[in-house]
């Protein structure tokens, strides 16, 4: 039941232009990311060399890549994901969902896998870029690798919160603008909290997506990652159930 | 059909409340198999309300839904594999082509693989939406999502087919055909109408209730009013009427005829006897007289006047309802 919503969720963002248009802008901006890293990092090139410890090529270009992917994907998850709930409840379709026999559980996670699916795409096509280095040189595979599952974490938890966010509402615009302002806010976080000790800075998804973006893999992000990303999927089965009992 | 009508959907002392608002208050309902169930009521019945919790898009304040003998809020999953649902509004995704919608329908019925194309190109069949198939739902007349909205309810051959105000916005000869439609459906399914166009209910329904502030005013076999529509009265409007006790006089000579009564609109009322159906003989009159016949028409039907009378909005009704 999960594959067969979120089969459909993944054809429904194919057949809207507006899941091209993002793909093509991301595609666009992304390439121009990596061919600037690279033309800089090939000019560069005499210099890096005498450094005592010179950073690769994928240090410099991928984990750019990378890192400006996140903050595009932090813009393109709202309006991906704002139409999943609040769109159908707007068109008044849900009611298809809700009146066939399958849980409140399935409808969420099968939207979720299916923007993830879509999400994964645009994660293939920055794996591809940065796989295209192989072509003319060493890469370090376990670095795009780090930087690959961290990206899938870190948009796992963009979509989560879409997802709820557009549960909340029927105005797709209020769900994405809602959505951004939120991604945005944990974003940032580090940046706008002074101490360093101060619990606050632990929601930071920056914080937590920084390692990945160096090549370290850590539990406890990974962690962080996969409860944020549970939390708002429960709290969107919950959200559901409750429109059902109070109408 | 099967000779002991067994019961296909059964509710009892459904309430649900909106805060402190009742919107449908302590209502029973059951419908047989193969039978056509017309839910009447003006705007804000509950009929909505209603069938929403039949469907399980709601659930109940109190009370309880059986489907097939499957307690629907017990065991919503499956109770709701043997609900079809077209909502007010037809849920379709308009991105879509008609087979694609349909199959994703199925899918999620849980029609088994091997099943669902036979069964999409059935349902399509049956709402003549056979060359459909393949364009966008998006590009499809009011008329055909309709039909479309109807094929996912059936798709599934479930035991109770929900259909609320289907032919709203519809033009003449479609509401005829979706009527066709939901009269070839009550031979397989049992089916709930919900509508506020009384002749609808009158050529489609088997039986009726009336729902008016949340409670089910009255409830009857469409023969039970057949029968009682036999007593009727005639509209008579003539060019050139003679003196009011002219007309009546003559008209009470009919047999059939129990009594006149002018009304202020410059037309008379002729009470019928039971059974009778004196029009041609009073027509007749009318032309020997040469009063200039323009109008003989039975009056609002039985129906309409139990509607009226029911679902009036001054409190006496209310209180006494």
């Avoid at chain 1, 194919?14 to 033309?39: E, G, K, N, R």
């Avoid at chain 2, 079809?84 to 019925?109: I, K, Q």
């Avoid at chain 2, 849980?110 to 669902?116: Q, T």
Wanted: charged fraction near 20%; aromatic fraction near 6%.
């Amino acid at each position: 039941m999960i594959g067969t919503i979120a089969w459909k969720e993944f054809r429904s963002l194919f057949a809207s232009p507006l899941a091209w248009v993002i793909l093509a802008v991301i595609q666009l901006i992304l390439a121009w990311v990596f061919l600037f890293q690279l033309s800089q990092y090939m000019d560069n090139l005499p210099r890096i060399q005498q450094l005592a410890n010179p950073p690769g090529i994928t240090e410099i270009v991928v984990a750019a890549l990378f890192g400006f992917a996140a903050i595009l994907l932090l813009m393109a998850v709202p309006l991906l994901a704002m139409r999943l709930f609040s769109e159908e409840r707007r068109d008044q379709t849900l009611t298809l969902l809700l009146s066939a026999p399958v849980s409140t559980t399935e409808i969420v996670l099968g939207k979720f896998v299916g923007l993830l699916s879509f999400l994964a795409v645009m994660l293939g096509l920055c794996l591809l870029m940065s796989a295209s280095l192989a072509l003319g040189g060493t890469i370090d595979w376990g670095l795009i690798a780090a930087n690959s599952l961290g990206l899938l974490l870190l948009v796992g938890a963009f979509a989560a919160l879409g997802l709820f966010i557009s549960s909340l509402t029927q105005h797709p615009a209020i769900a994405a603008f809602a959505t951004f302002g939120a991604l945005l806010l944990l974003w940032i976080l580090n940046s706008l909290v002074q101490d360093p000790n101060q619990p606050l800075l632990y929601l930071s998804l920056m914080k937590h997506f920084d390692g990945f973006n160096r090549g370290l893999i850590d539990t406890t992000d990974i962690a962080y990652f996969l409860l944020f990303a549970a939390t708002f999927l429960t709290l969107t089965v919950r959200q559901l159930d409750a429109k059902r009992l109070q109408g | 059909m099967t000779q002991t009508p067994d019961i296909t959907l059964s509710a009892h002392r459904l309430t649900r409340r909106y805060g402190t608002a009742v919107a449908v208050a302590e209502l029973d309902l059951e419908l047989r198999r193969g039978e056509v169930l017309g839910l009447l009521g003006p705007n804000g019945a509950g009929k909505s309300t209603t069938m929403q919790m039949l469907t399980g898009n709601l659930a109940p304040s109190s009370g309880s839904i059986a489907v097939c003998g499957i307690d629907l809020l017990e065991h919503p999953k499956r109770a709701k594999a043997k609900i079809g649902y077209l909502p007010e509004t037809p849920p379709l995704y308009r991105e879509l082509t008609v087979d694609e919608f349909l199959a994703f329908c199925g899918r999620l019925h849980k029609v088994a693989r091997a099943d669902l194309k036979n069964a999409v190109t059935e349902a399509k069949a049956r709402c003549g939406l056979a060359d459909m198939g393949r364009r966008l739902i998006a590009h499809l007349s009011k008329g055909y999502q309709q039909r479309v909205g109807i094929a996912q309810a059936i798709l599934h051959k479930p035991d109770v087919v929900i259909l609320d105000e289907p032919t709203v916005g519809l033009d003449p000869n479609q509401i005829r055909e979706i009527r066709t439609l939901i009269r070839e459906l009550s031979g397989k399914y049992s089916v709930i109408l919900s509508t506020h166009i009384l002749p609808e209910v009158e050529t489609v329904c088997d039986r009726v209730h009336i729902l008016h502030h949340g409670k089910i005013v009255f409830a009857d076999r469409i023969e039970g009013l057949r029968r009682s529509r036999q007593v009727e009265n005639l509209l008579l409007g003539v060019a050139r009427p003679p003196a009011a006790e002219t007309l009546g006089a003559v008209l009470r000579a009919i047999s059939g005829v129990q009594d006149t009564q002018p009304l202020d609109n410059g037309l008379t009322r002729v009470r019928c006897a039971p059974g009778c159906s004196p029009a041609e003989a009073i027509a007749q009159a009318a032309v020997e007289n040469h009063w200039g016949l323009t109008q003989l028409s039975p009056e609002r039907t039985r129906l309409e006047d139990v509607f009226a009378e029911l679902t009036r909005q001054d409190t006496n009704t209310v209180a006494a309802a």
